[in-house]
């Protein structure tokens, strides 16, 4: 208003009545012919003779400018917390950037870097300063992130070849309200990565926590076999414990680890067991872990226990039924629970694993010895497969035999060698393999060993392992005359116990040459003679 009547005017601060009455005194000095302001300055304005007008504040302006001062302050603090926090939000996000060992470059809306950290200095070989500022395709010619900028698509895992090395690029666009507003990209050295894999895979396999088989590996075109796969197929499916049963060396380590990597666990470690090998005294602390100072030399720190190690993954129990029945208790629990308890710990250890048993006994005839679980056998008894023996898989033997040749030889030699190879597996067409793949792989490590001798040579030696069988016809005489050698009571459970007692005899007290002669399982050679009371 002053200044729209060309008035001069100007204005006097105070903070208490002494400095009002002194700014009263030096608005005189100044030449003032009126003086405007609050009842502070009234009083001395009119001791010095000064013209005053006075302006009163109302108690609702007080209370209204102390709320607008509150208000102020309020904004103020709120600002300066957004502040702060923006800081140290960009104080974390600098320390990611910089610290990380993945290479970072971000543009612009225009294609300009604006972001470059040390770990893509190193991978380019060029420095932050050289790129801030410079169109991204002056630096990288070749590069995702400009595309994925004016695309706005994201490029992933895409390989770059940069200054003779190769690189992996993830880039993916900035939108902001639909607008794009840049690209950032994650860089990696091809080699590091390629380095850093093969480091975990010999660590899994130093550790054999690492299924190499497939259901592909699995070699067989007999109708049992094909039931037997697809049935694997089924229960790979599902995350339920298996059961494999079969006879010793039928593969059931291979459609175990068949199983798992067909499953959803695959990427999870697979970690296997002989039961069988384990010292009985020491496979407690093996399944289940220990705390230090559990017992004399007992690891500093503790050891994790095989199902531990299972987690989230697969365990393979082979020859389950070799575990002492103290043990067995334990692995109930850990099966219901799901939780492990380590030896000399007050803790339990929450464990997710799929848990697949194989065994060459009949684990029910276990129970009724007393050495093995009825409980536990129901738990494990859940999928049930059964592996076929070699002598029930007929043209499957050859198709194996000359897989391992295949392996085993030289190409060019096993394109020389093979008719003979299969004139040798026609002479060994009537063999049984009571040792299964485990025997048969033998006799192919030795036949590829004698590849360059005579066949009569090979024929010597395949002899003798037919002489150390039973003599079939031996085996029919038994069968088609038993007068001969037997005293007929007339009562039949009389005749196959004086039969049975013959075979063992005959057998040097044999179990596994007695039930390969009369043609029946060693289990229920074993039901027989327990029924009959034959011990040997």
């Given at each position: 208003?002053?200044g729209m009547?060309?008035i001069?005017?100007?204005?006097y601060?105070?903070?208490?009545?002494?400095?009002?009455r002194?700014g009263?005194?030096?608005?005189?000095?100044?030449?003032?012919?009126l003086g405007i302001g609050?009842?502070?300055?009234?009083?001395?304005?009119e001791k010095l003779?000064?013209?005053?007008?006075?302006?009163?504040?109302?108690?609702?302006?007080i209370i209204?400018?102390i709320?607008?001062?509150?208000?102020?302050?309020?904004?103020?603090?709120?600002?300066?917390?957004?502040?702060?926090n923006?800081?140290i939000?960009?104080?974390?996000?600098?320390?990611?950037?910089?610290?990380?060992?993945?290479?970072?470059l971000?543009?612009?809306?225009?294609g300009?870097v604006?972001?470059a950290?040390?770990a893509?200095?190193?991978?380019?070989?060029?420095?932050?300063?050289?790129?801030?500022?410079?169109?991204i395709a002056?630096?990288?010619?070749?590069?995702?992130?400009?595309?994925?900028?004016q695309?706005g698509?994201?490029?992933l895992d895409?390989?770059?070849?940069?200054?003779?090395?190769?690189?992996?690029?993830?880039?993916?666009?900035?939108?902001?309200?639909?607008r794009?507003?840049g690209a950032?990209?994650?860089?990696?050295d091809?080699k590091?990565l390629?380095?850093?894999?093969q480091?975990?895979r010999?660590g899994?396999?130093?550790?054999?926590l690492?299924?190499?088989h497939?259901?592909?590996?699995?070699i067989?075109?007999?109708?049992i076999?094909?039931?037997v796969?697809?049935?694997?197929?089924?229960?790979?499916?599902?995350?339920?414990?298996?059961?494999?049963?079969?006879?010793?060396?039928t593969g059931?380590e291979?459609f175990?680890?068949?199983?798992?990597?067909?499953?959803?666990r695959?990427?999870g470690?697979?970690?296997?067991?002989?039961c069988?090998?384990l010292?009985k005294n020491l496979?407690?602390?093996?399944?289940?872990g220990?705390?230090?100072?559990?017992?004399?030399?007992?690891?500093?720190?503790?050891?994790?226990?095989?199902?531990?190690?299972?987690?989230?993954?697969t365990?393979?129990?082979?020859?389950i039924?070799?575990?002492?029945f103290?043990v067995q208790?334990?692995?109930?629990?850990?099966?219901?629970?799901?939780?492990v308890?380590?030896i000399?710990?007050?803790?339990?250890?929450?464990v997710?694993?799929?848990?697949i048993v194989?065994t060459?006994?009949?684990?029910?005839?276990?129970?009724?010895?007393?050495?093995?679980?009825?409980?536990?056998?129901?738990?494990?008894?859940?999928?049930?497969?059964y592996?076929?023996?070699?002598?029930a898989?007929?043209?499957?033997?050859?198709?194996?035999a000359?897989?391992?040749?295949?392996?085993r030889?030289?190409?060019?030699?096993?394109?020389?060698?093979r008719e003979r190879l299969?004139?040798?597996?026609?002479?060994?067409?009537?063999?049984?393999?009571?040792?299964?793949v485990r025997?048969l792989a033998n006799?192919?490590?030795c036949?590829?060993?004698?590849?360059?001798?005579s066949?009569?040579e090979?024929?010597?030696?395949?002899?003798?392992?037919?002489?150390?069988?039973?003599?079939?016809a031996?085996?029919r005489?038994?069968?088609?005359?038993?007068a001969?050698?037997?005293?007929?009571?007339g009562?039949?459970?009389?005749?196959e116990?004086?039969?049975?007692?013959n075979?063992?005899?005959?057998?040097?007290?044999s179990?596994?040459r007695?039930?390969?002669?009369l043609?029946?399982?060693r289990s229920?050679?074993?039901?027989?003679?327990?029924?009959?009371?034959?011990?040997k």
């Amino acid at each position: 208003m002053c200044g729209m009547l060309d008035i001069t005017f100007r204005r006097y601060r105070f903070t208490g009545s002494q400095s009002a009455r002194e700014g009263v005194r030096q608005a005189i000095r100044d030449g003032a012919v009126l003086g405007i302001g609050g009842v502070v300055t009234e009083i001395p304005a009119e001791k010095l003779g000064l013209p005053y007008i006075s302006m009163e504040s109302s108690r609702e302006s007080i209370i209204s400018a102390i709320e607008m001062a509150k208000q102020i302050r309020s904004i103020q603090k709120r600002d300066e917390d957004k502040r702060e926090n923006l800081k140290i939000s960009l104080e974390r996000h600098q320390a990611v950037i910089n610290f990380t060992r993945d290479g970072i470059l971000a543009v612009d809306g225009e294609g300009n870097v604006n972001v470059a950290n040390p770990a893509v200095e190193k991978l380019l070989g060029i420095s932050a300063r050289q790129m801030m500022g410079r169109p991204i395709a002056q630096i990288v010619p070749d590069s995702r992130l400009f595309s994925a900028l004016q695309s706005g698509q994201k490029r992933l895992d895409e390989v770059l070849r940069f200054n003779q090395n190769y690189l992996t690029v993830n880039a993916i666009p900035i939108v902001v309200d639909g607008r794009k507003k840049g690209a950032v990209a994650i860089i990696r050295d091809v080699k590091s990565l390629q380095k850093s894999e093969q480091k975990v895979r010999i660590g899994l396999h130093k550790k054999k926590l690492v299924a190499r088989h497939h259901f592909d590996d699995i070699i067989g075109e007999s109708e049992i076999m094909e039931r037997v796969v697809l049935k694997a197929k089924q229960f790979a499916s599902a995350d339920a414990t298996v059961l494999i049963t079969g006879e010793t060396g039928t593969g059931k380590e291979l459609f175990a680890q068949s199983i798992h990597n067909a499953g959803k666990r695959k990427d999870g470690p697979f970690v296997a067991i002989n039961c069988a090998s384990l010292d009985k005294n020491l496979m407690e602390s093996e399944l289940f872990g220990y705390e230090e100072g559990t017992f004399t030399g007992a690891l500093k720190g503790g050891k994790a226990g095989l199902f531990e190690m299972a987690h989230g993954g697969t365990i393979f129990l082979d020859e389950i039924g070799e575990i002492p029945f103290n043990v067995q208790a334990q692995l109930l629990r850990v099966l219901q629970e799901r939780e492990v308890r380590r030896i000399g710990s007050g803790t339990v250890i929450p464990v997710d694993v799929r848990v697949i048993v194989a065994t060459n006994r009949n684990l029910l005839e276990e129970i009724h010895m007393g050495n093995f679980r009825q409980d536990l056998y129901y738990r494990l008894n859940i999928l049930n497969l059964y592996i076929p023996p070699l002598k029930a898989r007929g043209e499957d033997v050859r198709l194996i035999a000359m897989s391992m040749f295949r392996s085993r030889l030289p190409e060019d030699e096993y394109a020389m060698m093979r008719e003979r190879l299969e004139l040798v597996m026609n002479y060994m067409r009537n063999h049984s393999w009571p040792g299964n793949v485990r025997e048969l792989a033998n006799f192919v490590e030795c036949i590829s060993v004698l590849s360059s001798s005579s066949f009569e040579e090979i024929k010597e030696y395949m002899d003798g392992i037919l002489h150390q069988e039973p003599d079939p016809a031996e085996d029919r005489g038994i069968r088609e005359e038993p007068a001969q050698d037997l005293e007929l009571s007339g009562n039949l459970r009389d005749w196959e116990k004086q039969l049975i007692e013959n075979a063992l005899k005959a057998n040097h007290l044999s179990t596994g040459r007695t039930a390969a002669q009369l043609g029946m399982s060693r289990s229920k050679l074993w039901r027989k003679m327990k029924e009959y009371g034959i011990t040997k």
